[in-house]
């Protein structure tokens, strides 16, 4: 029981730390409901695995109405959790998720329907979720795919492919972020700082300065 407690402060702690909103303990467990959430997921699970399971769905879909995050109560989840904001998120049933991770509203840790000869297969169908990982609004990651450690998700990229340790993706569909070196080691909201740049904006970009000159060469010419 005291270790399910200490898992809650370090919930509590993760949201004040990450959230320049929440200055307080009482206040982020009065104001944030992606920490109700995640506090009523903890007694969701416990049941869960106490083969409570019925009881807590239903409890787990009470908190779904009340917070607007849907957790499924046999998902796996990590010390440190933070869903900052929170409406909109959903985390499916076989999901893994490590310590440190931080979401924001809108994100999807959806399954992929395996059917095998006698109906629906009951194997993994969700991602796993490495620690220090930051998933930024709206981004979708869909089936058993695994984002490594200290990975960043940027906001509303759809992911459908395994993501290496420490790098930034983004895009539908995801791809790999250029990313510059950043010194000061802050965290970065939405999974994406200044210094990340897309590859596919950046090839655009060289694509239209090559035309502007192509066309002041023939302007010349004219």
Known sequence: MKSKFKI????????????????SRLEALLCSAGLQAII??????????????????????????????????AAR????????????VVIGETTEIGNNVTLYHGV???GVAVF???GKNKTKRHPTIG????????????????????????A?????????????????????????????KRFTAYGVCATDK???ECKLLELEKELLSIKKTQNKRQ
Request: a neutral charge; proline letters at 4%; charged letters at 20%.
């Open 8 to 23: 809650i402060l370090n919930d509590i702690d993760a949201m004040i730390a990450r959230d320049p909103a929440t200055s």
């Open 40 to 73: 009523a997921y903890r007694g969701c699970h416990w049941l869960w695995k106490h083969n409570l399971k019925l009881t807590a769905r239903i409890l787990s879909q009470i908190a779904r109405f009340l917070t607007g995050v849907e957790i499924h109560p």
């Open 77 to 88: 989840i990590g010390k440190g959790f933070c869903i900052d904001h929170g409406m909109g």
């Open 108 to 110: 999807t840790l959806g």
């Open 116 to 118: 095998g000869k006698n």
């Open 131 to 154: 620690n220090n990982v930051v998933i930024g609004a709206g981004a979708q990651i869909l089936g058993p795919i695994t984002i490594e450690d200290d990975s960043k998700i940027g």
């Open 156 to 184: 509303n990229a759809v992911v459908l492919h395994d993501v290496n340790r420490g790098k930034t993706v983004v895009g539908v569909p995801a791809h790999e972020a250029i990313k510059q070196e950043d010194k000061s």
């Open 198 to 200: 897309d590859p596919i």
